[in-house]
């Protein structure tokens, strides 16, 4: 509700980038998030390749960059340090994923190299997160989300304009 969100005043904005710190705030707080199950939304993927590359690394920045606000620098560099374990337990979730649904495989062999190369620049964005902080992420993440339409590849382009 907008008097919740109203009563972090100066801290929300900090918050909004990684919306999942608001989330936990708020679930420590009692209070509990529910989903509109007749929401509708209309949402457009990047789909260019270099574009998405470089909006993934801009996205995988904030959150470190806003958990890590406040953290000694050994900690920062724990994370940083620790970054390889957890893209690879990430790795491990996506197989997971891809199994339940392609079964035969055919299909997670066409895209592995594009998710190798994604955890790769996802790590890379985390790591720029944890050890240099937001820098220019947030405006970055909104050009992408206010320009979406100018990253899609032509065949996306093609379908959202016939929409």
Known sequence: KRSLLLQYAAQLESMLPAPTLLNWDLRAKGHKLYLEPSAKVR????????PCLVEQFHVARLFPAERSRNWAWYRRLFYVCGMPVLLIRNRRGWLGHF????????TSAKVWPFLLLAL???????????????GLAQERTLCFDTHRSLYLNRRDRQLFAAQ
């Not at 949402?43 to 270099?50: A, D, F, P, T, Y």
């Not at 199994?99 to 495989?105: F, K, L």
């Not at 790769?120 to 937001?134: D, F, N, P, R, T």
């Open 43 to 50: 949402h457009l993927q990047v789909s260019s390749l270099w």
């Open 99 to 106: 199994r339940r649904i392609d079964p035969t495989g055919q």
């Open 120 to 134: 790769i620049v996802w790590g890379m964005g985390e790591i720029a997160g944890y050890s240099l902080g937001i």
